[in-house]
């Protein structure tokens, strides 16, 4: 299979075609069925049957008449996601160390705890 040099050029440009199309295939069924909600289920199908039928082509038609609109939902899903893992993170990390040494200093003047105790809790929430 790989007799020449130019045998195995040819081989590696195929695979590349090859799996640069998977990649592509994916983002477009990725986009189709998980980020677009406004596309009815017959122009889905349609996509998806066109997809199998005329395979490059449609693909280029797809990210030539959707692209921008794929670019779209991939960064609001971006951002929602974001969004998700910093409002995870804020509620899993409790409170802010100035909320610390508010309720420290609310413990303090309430002389539940001593300036001694005050002083180590504000060092604490610093640290």
Do not use: C
């Not at 991939?74 to 040494?101: L, N």
């Not at 705890?113 to 060092?123: C, N, P, S, V, Y």
């Amino acid at each position: 299979m790989w007799d020449t040099f130019w045998h195995f050029l040819w081989s590696t440009i195929v695979i590349f075609a090859f799996i640069a199309y998977l990649i592509i295939l994916f983002n477009i069924l990725t986009d189709l069925f998980w980020r677009d909600h406004k596309t009815s289920g017959w122009i889905k199908a349609i996509w998806v049957i066109f997809l199998i039928v005329f395979p490059y082509l449609t693909a280029i038609v797809y990210l030539i008449a959707r692209g921008n609109g794929m670019a779209d939902r991939a960064r609001a899903a971006a951002q929602s996601a974001k969004k998700q893992t910093d409002d995870y993170i804020k509620q899993a990390a409790g409170r802010s160390p100035a909320e610390e040494i508010a309720h420290a200093k609310e413990l303090l003047d309430a002389g539940t705890i001593t300036q001694a105790e005050f002083d180590g809790l504000k060092a604490k929430a610093l640290a």
